[in-house]
T-cell receptor, first 113, second 115 residues
Framework: GENVEQHPSTLSVQEGDSAVIKCTYS??????FPWYKQELGKRPQLIID?????GEKKDQRIAVTLNKTAKHFSLHITETQPEDSAVYFC????????????FGQGTTLQVKP | DAGVIQSPRHEVTEMGQEVTLRCKPI?????LFWYRQTMMRGLELLIY????????DSGMPEDRFSAKMPNASFSTLKIQPSEPRDSAVYFC?????????????FGPGTRLTVL
C-alpha cells in the first residue's frame, strides 16, 4: 500500500552544522519526491523536489538525494541557520495519477544559535 | 496569481454548531485537497477531488464531515455537528495534475476551535 516513513521526528543542531532528514516510500512506481517546509503558524511550502530520473539535486544550502533501488530519499541542509527552524515534510505520489501526495509524519528541526 | 484562498482564517464555534470552510483553488488547477493538521496526528488528507469529482474520501473521519466541489473554482468542507475534537488547522491545497509532477500549493489554512 501507499506509505511514507520519515525520520527523525525531531532534530536539534547547532547553527552552522548540517541536518539530514530521511524518508522511505513503498510504491516503486513513485516518480516525484517533494519536500515542504512549514514555519510556525504558516502553511507548508515547497522548498525542493526531485524526480526519479536524477539521483541528486541541489539548491544553495539544500540538497535532496534519491535512491530508487532502496526506495529512500533524504533532505540535506548545510550551514544551518536559525531561520531553518521549522517542520519539514517529505512526500511521494499516491498510486493513482490524480495528484495525490502521501506525506511523511514531519520532522521538527531546531537550529540553536 | 493570488494563490489558494481559504476562508475564514479563524473560526471559533460551540459544540453542536455547523461549520463551513471554504476554498478557492489556483485558477487552472484540476486537483483539490483538504487536509487537517493537529499536533497529535500531523497532516492528514481528508478528501481530494480531481476535475471536481471526489476521488478518495477515506480520510474523512466520520459522517459529520462532508465536502463538495460544485465547480472548478470553489470547494467547501462542512462539519455538522461540530465537536471539540474537531479543533485543528484545516488546509486546502491545489495542483495541476499531469504537469510539474503534482506539486501542491497550500492555502493559508483555517484555524478551527470548537468549544
Amino acid at each position: 500500500g501507499e506509505n511514507v516513513e520519515q525520520h527523525p521526528s525531531t532534530l536539534s543542531v547547532q547553527e552552522g552544522d548540517s541536518a539530514v532528514i530521511k524518508c522511505t516510500y513503498s510504491d516503486s512506481a513513485s516518480n516525484y519526491f517533494p519536500w515542504y517546509k512549514q514555519e510556525l503558524g504558516k502553511r507548508p511550502q515547497l522548498i525542493i523536489d526531485i524526480r526519479s530520473n536524477v539521483g541528486e539535486k541541489k539548491d544553495q544550502r539544500i540538497a535532496v538525494t534519491l535512491n530508487k533501488t532502496a526506495k529512500h530519499f533524504s533532505l540535506h541542509i548545510t550551514e544551518t541557520q536559525p531561520e531553518d527552524s521549522a517542520v519539514y515534510f517529505c512526500a511521494a505520489p499516491g498510486s493513482s495519477n490524480t495528484g495525490k501526495l502521501i506525506f511523511g509524519q514531519g520532522t521538527t528541526l531546531q537550529v540553536k544559535p | 496569481d493570488a494563490g489558494v484562498i481559504q476562508s475564514p482564517r479563524h473560526e471559533v464555534t460551540e459544540m453542536g454548531q455547523e461549520v463551513t470552510l471554504r476554498c478557492k483553488p489556483i485558477s487552472g488547477h484540476n486537483s483539490l485537497f483538504w487536509y487537517r493538521q493537529t499536533m497529535m496526528r500531523g497532516l492528514e488528507l481528508l478528501i481530494y477531488f480531481n476535475n471536481n469529482v471526489p476521488i478518495d474520501d477515506s480520510g474523512m473521519p466520520e459522517d459529520r464531515f462532508s465536502a463538495k466541489m460544485p465547480n472548478a473554482s470553489f470547494s467547501t468542507l462542512k462539519i455538522q455537528p461540530s465537536e471539540p475534537r474537531d479543533s485543528a488547522v484545516y488546509f486546502c491545497a491545489s495542483s495541476r495534475t499531469g504537469t510539474k509532477y503534482n506539486e501542491q500549493f497550500f492555502g493559508p489554512g483555517t484555524r478551527l476551535t470548537v468549544l
